[in-house]
């Protein structure tokens, strides 16, 4: 009988197998740690964008307040140069005057509150334990935002100003930890008859 002898070959990676996957893995970890920073960052912006929303709409429903509980009059709701009461420009978020609407020639500095200076309007939030009202609250100053309120005619086909309906945009912006300031607008029409 006669034997062959076999011959295994054993064959590993090469040095360039193993660069190509650690570069195929680092691109995978990048790609998965710029996903979580993402998430991360809108997590954060997420409290601020609900206050901006809350504040542009709070602002756009004491407007239609005050047309429909006739504090205002319909040709009172126009920006100052237009003849009306709201300034132009944005604003910090101060107390309503007299008037109780904010953004108008009468609105006030909020007084210190807490931890807060007085200026801007500060809002309590819930601490660690997430209830309001409990001794961990934590206040928030909301000097970063400032609100614009438009008001605009709406055209007509001819061209001309429809005397009974108009156009009213509250932006809310603030800035965060990116250098470029955020915003939330709401558009509404706002007519003379309630």
């Not at 100053?141 to 005619?153: C, D, K, M, V």
């Not at 309906?165 to 008859?193: D, M, W």
Request: proline share 6%; charged share 15%; hydrophobic share 45%.
């Amino acid at each position: 009988m006669m034997f062959r002898e076999t011959r295994h070959e054993e064959r590993g990676f090469t040095i360039i197998e193993v660069m190509i996957a650690i570069v195929i893995l680092s691109i995978g970890i990048l790609t998965v740690v710029a996903a979580f920073a993402t998430a991360v960052a809108s997590t954060e912006n997420a409290q601020q964008n609900l206050i901006a929303r809350q504040k542009a709409l709070e602002t756009l429903e004491s407007i239609f307040t005050a047309r429909n509980t006739q504090q205002v009059t319909f040709s009172q709701i126009a920006n100052i140069p237009n003849g009306g009461i709201f300034v132009s420009g944005a604003t910090p978020l101060w107390s309503a005057g007299n008037d109780g609407l904010v953004n108008t020639a009468d609105d006030l500095p909020f007084p210190a509150q807490g931890v807060c200076a007085a200026g801007s309007e500060c809002i309590t939030l819930p601490g660690p334990d997430g209830i309001l009202g409990t001794p961990d609250d934590v206040a928030m100053s909301l000097g970063n935002f400032t609100r614009q309120i438009e008001i605009a005619p709406i055209l007509q086909p001819d061209g001309s100003a429809n005397p009974n309906l108009k156009q009213v945009i509250v932006t809310v912006s603030y800035l965060n930890s990116s250098p470029i300031p955020r915003s939330y607008r709401v558009t509404a029409l706002i007519s003379a008859f309630r």
